[in-house]
Nanobody, 120 residues
Framework: QVQLVESGGGLVQAGGSLRLSCAASGSIFSIGAMGWYRQAPEKQRELVAVISGGGSPNYADSVKGRFTISRDNAKNTVYLQMNSLKPEDTAVYYC??????????????WGQGTQVTVSS
């Protein structure tokens, strides 16, 4: 069974930084794209950043120049470095990954979410 476990959320003042981590574990054969989404209260979940299996990143316009996504394939982990945080970045952040299991087909997995709160 595959699972994603996030860490690193918390409360920070505007202008501050946080680093989120998401580790995949279980019977993993290979991991494709990994990404971060967020959902603010009463809003739809939106893509923040995604990184391909080959390491190519893409970002939402709202976070370009402030957030950096990276991955460590040896650790099956994806990171999101968030700098110059704004109150509008406040949301629950979810990790997402496309994973092929050793005995299971490719599937889309989600973490449990981690709260990021930016105070003004």
């Amino acid at each position: 069974q595959v699972q994603l476990v996030e860490s690193g959320g918390g409360l920070v003042q505007a202008g501050g930084s946080l680093r989120l981590s998401c580790a995949a574990s279980g019977s993993i054969f290979s991991i494709g794209a990994m990404g971060w989404y967020r959902q603010a209260p009463e809003k739809q979940r939106e893509l923040v950043a995604v990184i391909s299996g080959g390491g190519s990143p893409n970002y939402a316009d709202s976070v370009k120049g402030r957030f950096t996504i990276s991955r460590d394939n040896a650790k099956n982990t994806v990171y999101l470095q968030m700098n110059s945080l704004k109150p509008e970045d406040t949301a629950v952040y979810y990790c997402n990954a496309v994973i092929g299991g050793i005995a299971t087909p490719w599937n889309n997995y989600w973490g449990q979410g981690t709260q990021v709160t930016v105070s003004s």
